[in-house]
Nanobody, 114 residues
Framework: VQLVESGGGLVKAGGSLRLSCLAS????????MGWYRRTSGNSRVMVAV???????SYADSVKGRFTVSRDNAKNTMYLQMNSLRPDDTGVYFCNNFPVRPNYWGQGTQVTVSS
């Protein structure tokens, strides 16, 4: 399994980014998948999850601002991030939900300036 995240960058507070997770060796439409953020404390916290059936759930801190989706034909999962805040800063990863330790990719850095 290989998961490749992209789309991060530096953005001002209030701005938007769209992250992508290109998957190989796993079918995103058949597995619950999640986005996770690693902060300065080096722990990864769940940000958003999309089930195999397409239902979604979010951390309280991002509800109403972030949207997780997928493109089955491209085997890719997305995270649309709007109204970004400085506390959204971190390295974002995708993985199975629950995580599989050997699935971690390199992540993509998101930095939100105030």
């Amino acid at each position: 399994v290989q998961l490749v995240e992209s789309g991060g960058g530096l953005v001002k507070a209030g701005g938007s980014l769209r992250l992508s997770c290109l998957a190989s060796g796993i079918t995103v439409s058949r597995n619950p998948m999640g986005w996770y953020r690693r902060t300065s404390g080096n722990s990864r916290v769940m940000v958003a999850v999309i089930s195999g059936g397409g239902s979604t759930s979010y951390a309280d801190s991002v509800k109403g601002r972030f949207t997780v989706s997928r493109d089955n034909a491209k085997n890719t999962m997305y995270l649309q991030m709007n109204s970004l805040r400085p506390d959204d800063t971190g390295v974002y990863f995708c993985n199975n939900f629950p995580v599989r330790p050997n699935y971690w990719g390199q992540g993509t850095q998101v930095t939100v300036s105030s």
